[in-house]
């Protein structure tokens, strides 16, 4: 099967790519296998942030300790049209949940693809959309080929800026300390995230504030 197949099912604020699992690192297989023993390519699903009322986090029983978002319920719509498809020529697909659960970094696999690169502040940078991405991630038994280039190019221009701006020193060019960065949102006791670094970027374009 083509990827372009899997992307004709996507809506336009959503772009998939795909990775084969031998072109995963040991450590990362385990995990993966443990959910599908059967899984051949990894279809990862992005979805571009438009409104930042998306990305509210409300309270609603999901996998990710009852709460979830807009943009995630979204995204998972996508993933379960891509099942449907996929279930219709034979194949067997499992949706991966949530990192906190799964144990899977969605953007460690989103960065062996074309979307884009993890960037300097830590957030998957989509090559268009830049940090504006929620990412899902489906596992499936069918091979799928993709006539285009596996790695995108550089995204992240390293200018710097999301280090600076980290209000409590979170960020350095090869390091993140995720413990300052989860007190400050523990501080912060917000719906949505701190968001500096992400809205400091120069990548993409950042959708409207909610004050
Ligand atoms: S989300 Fe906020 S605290 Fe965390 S790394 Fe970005 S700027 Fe720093
Ligand atoms: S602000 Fe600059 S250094 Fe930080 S992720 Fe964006 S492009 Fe990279």
Not at 3 to 13: G, H, M, Q, R, V
Not at 25 to 38: G, M, V
Not at 86 to 100: C, E, Q, S, W
Request: charged residues 25%; hydrophobic residues 35%.
């Amino acid at each position: 099967m083509n990827l372009t197949e899997i992307n004709n099912l996507t809506p336009d604020c959503c772009a998939a790519a795909k990775i084969d699992i031998n072109d995963c690192y040991k450590d990362e297989k385990r995990p993966l296998k443990n959910i599908s023993a059967a899984v051949k390519s990894i279809i990862v699903v992005a979805h571009h942030i438009e409104n930042s009322q998306e990305w509210i986090w409300t309270q609603m029983r999901s996998e990710r300790g009852n709460s979830t978002c807009i943009a995630d319920l979204h995204t998972k719509d996508t993933i379960r049209d891509i099942k449907d498809y996929l279930k219709l020529k034979g194949f067997n697909t499992k949706i991966v949940a949530y990192p906190g659960v799964s144990g899977v970094r969605f953007k460690e696999l989103a960065n062996k693809t074309s979307l884009g690169e993890i960037g300097d502040n830590n957030l998957f940078l989509h090559k268009e959309w830049g940090p504006w991405v929620h990412l899902r991630v489906l596992l499936t038994d069918a091979e799928i080929y993709n006539s285009e280039p596996t790695y995108s190019s550089e995204v992240c221009i390293h200018c710097g800026k999301c280090i600076e701006a980290c209000p409590v020193n979170a960020l350095s060019q090869n390091d993140f300390n995720i413990q300052r960065c989860k007190e400050r949102h523990k501080k912060l006791n917000s719906a949505h995230s701190c968001e500096i670094c992400a809205r400091i970027c120069p990548i993409g374009e950042e959708p409207p504030k909610i004050e």
